[in-house]
Structure formats: C-alpha cells, structure tokens
C-alpha cells in the first residue's frame, strides 16, 4: 500500500485535475449556447433554399441548367472532412476519420481530401492526397470565409477535376449526442419529379436565371451548414466528456481518500500499539 504522503500527492493532483475539467466544461457549455443558436437559424434557410430550387426546377430540366446538377462517371472524387482543431471531445474526432476510412475502402476511383480542422489533417496527412487544409476557418468563422473554398472547390468541380463532392460531418442534435454524416455536395441531388406538383408559373426573370443563382447559393450553404453543425457538436461533444472526466475524478478521488483514512486509522493503531507495548514492556522491568 501507498504511504500516506503518496496518497496525499495524488488526492491533490486529482483535485487539480477536477477544477480544470469542470472549468472546461463550463467553457464549452458557454461556447455551445451561441454555436446551437447559429445552426438552429440557419436550418430554415437552408431548408427552405432547397425548396425553392426543387419547385422553381419542377417544370425545368436541371441537367440543362447548370454543370453542377450533371451526373457524370465517377474518376475522383473530393471529401470534404469537417473535425475541430483541438481534442478533449471524446470520441469527435476519431467518429469522423473513422467513417472516412470505412467509405474509402469501399471506392475503386481516385480520392482527394479537403480537412477543415487540425485533427482532420494530422489523420490523413500521411496516407491520402491532401487538397487543401482549411483549419484557419474556426479563427473568424464566416459565410464569406467558408463560401471563398467552396467557390474553389465548385471551379474545380466544373472543369472535371473531381466528378463528385462529399462532406462528412458531425451533425448537431442535441448537446449529448451527435451523429456523423455524409452528404453529397455536388452533383447537387435532383428533386424527384411529380406529377402532382403544379408547374404553371410565370417566372421573372426566367427559371433558368433564377435556378443559376440559387444553386451557387445552396451548395456554399450547405457546406457552411455541416460546419456549424460540426461547432455546435464539438462543444456538446467536449462539454459531455469533461463531464464525465470530471465525475470520473471525483468518483477516484473519493477511492483515494477512503484509502487514505484506513492507511491513517492502520498507522494510528500501530502506533497505539507500539506505545502500548512499550509501557508494557516497562511495567514487567
């Protein structure tokens, strides 16, 4: 058994440890308030975007509209791979690299990775071929920030660099549970065709000028959707497991102190006993 100084060591190393976990997870608490009301608001937007392009492209063939609609066979294609830039969440990180790996070994075609977070670009560094790292995003993170790599990715797309476009994500459900996503990013996903969709509209300017502007617009928004969902879930994520880490703690330090008390009552009694023994010993002289 440790000795009562030892144990004394790792009770206060222990307690140090539970003061900085709880502070993070007060830190990440705060940071999830305002990173889950950005995602909540631009939800709608980016629901109801979809939405008009599938009832503006109802009477109209999208194929014909835009490059970005075209499905063509598949030689590369692009991952966009949204992680954070630091650890301490859990199992985050590692959930999103993992689904990266399991779609990987299932393609026969050519694969480049765009990483948006540190962790993301220290997984594949060494063993994919790496198009662009984009970890800098969080420091300012934006629309405009996030639309400027889209705008890359979308030039290289139409010039038959990559034939499709995927983002893996954790998407945002609540502060306790996140859940990885893949979605298909270009081509953009045609809306199914319905016979019971009233198409009598007199568009101004024409559906195909209005469709042109509003598929840009989608696809910038629906990677800058999977990265604030990928915000939101990393401090849901962080602010769990520094929970945990910290109930853990507590839960260690308490083992730590009962085994204190009885090392402190069996060295008391010893010394009772030697004591005892002692006077003993001076009685029988």
């Known amino acids: 058994m440790a000795n009562l100084k030892e144990i004394r060591g790792r009770i206060t190393s222990i307690g140090s440890t539970m003061q900085i976990t709880s502070a993070m997870k007060m830190v990440a608490a705060a940071k999830l308030k305002k990173a889950q009301d950005a995602i909540v608001m631009l939800r709608?937007?980016?629901?109801?975007?979809?939405?008009?392009i599938e009832n503006v492209s109802a009477g109209t063939e999208l194929e014909e509209v835009s490059t970005f609609t075209a499905e063509r066979e598949v030689k590369k294609a692009l991952y966009i791979v949204v992680t954070s830039?630091?650890?301490?969440?859990?199992?985050?990180?590692?959930?999103?690299?993992k689904e990266l790996n399991v779609l990987l070994g299932n393609v026969n075609h050519e694969v480049e990775i765009l990483t948006v977070g540190k962790k993301a670009f220290d997984a594949v560094r060494r063993s994919r071929t790496v198009y662009g790292n984009h970890s800098s995003v969080f420091d300012q993170l934006s629309f405009d920030v996030v639309a400027s790599f889209t705008e890359q990715v979308m030039k290289d797309y139409s010039e038959g660099r990559f034939d499709k476009v995927f983002v893996i994500y954790n998407k945002f459900i609540n502060a306790a549970t996140q859940e990885v996503r893949t979605e298909q990013v270009l081509p953009i996903a045609l809306p199914e065709k319905s016979?019971?969709?009233?198409?009598?509209?007199?568009?101004?300017?024409?559906?195909?000028?209005?469709?042109?502007?509003?598929i840009p617009k989608s696809i910038k928004t629906q990677v800058y959707k999977a990265i604030l969902d990928s915000v939101a879930a990393e401090h849901g994520a962080r602010m769990t497991a520094?929970?945990?880490a910290t109930d853990n703690a507590q839960a260690l330090k308490n083992d730590l102190v009962i085994t204190y008390n009885k090392a402190r009552q069996?060295?008391?009694?010893?010394e009772i006993l030697e004591i005892v023994s002692g006077a003993e010993a001076l009685k029988s002289k």
């Open 44 to 52: 709608p937007y980016s629901e109801k975007l979809t939405e008009l």
């Open 85 to 97: 830039n630091r650890g301490l969440a859990g199992a985050f990180n590692s959930s999103v690299t």
């Open 195 to 214: 016979s019971d969709v009233n198409t009598d509209y007199i568009f101004e300017p024409s559906a195909r000028e209005i469709l042109e502007g509003l």
């Open 242 to 244: 520094m929970h945990k």
């Open 266 to 270: 069996a060295a008391i009694t010893n």
